[in-house]
């Protein structure tokens, strides 16, 4: 099983940026994916999660700016984060869980990216 992120970076506040998540693995077959994010010195924080087939929680924090979406015949899932803020400043992570329930608890979560930075600008 892999998960990889890319697509992190640095942006002035306001600006977007767009993560993927591809994941790959006998066990992730119709599996639900989910964001999380961590600042060094913080707990991890639930970002959004989304079914196989396309349900999505989003948490208060990012609601109304990021998206979450997928492509099922490729495994891939996309973080579109639009508007973005300083507060948003963080390592992104990508995780894959087995089965189709989604959750915002990261013990969930079976598989896990290594990671990309999201950096904003004031």
């Known amino acids: 099983v892999y998960v990889v992120e890319s697509g992190g970076g640095l942006v002035p506040a306001g600006d977007s940026l767009r993560l993927s998540c591809a994941a790959s693995g006998s066990t992730l077959a119709k599996n639900a994916m989910g964001w999380f994010r961590q600042v060094p010195g913080q707990e991890r924080e639930f970002v959004g999660t989304i079914t196989w087939s396309g349900t999505v929680y989003y948490s208060d924090s990012v609601k109304g700016r990021f998206t979450i979406s997928r492509d099922n015949a490729k495994n891939i899932m996309y973080l579109q984060m639009n508007n973005l803020k300083p507060e948003d400043t963080a390592v992104y992570y990508c995780?894959?869980?087995?089965?189709?329930?989604?959750?915002?608890?990261?013990?969930?979560?079976?598989?896990w990216g290594q990671g990309t930075p999201v950096t904003v600008s004031p």
């Open positions: 995780a894959a869980k087995i089965g189709m329930v989604a959750s915002a608890d990261e013990s969930d979560y079976e598989y």
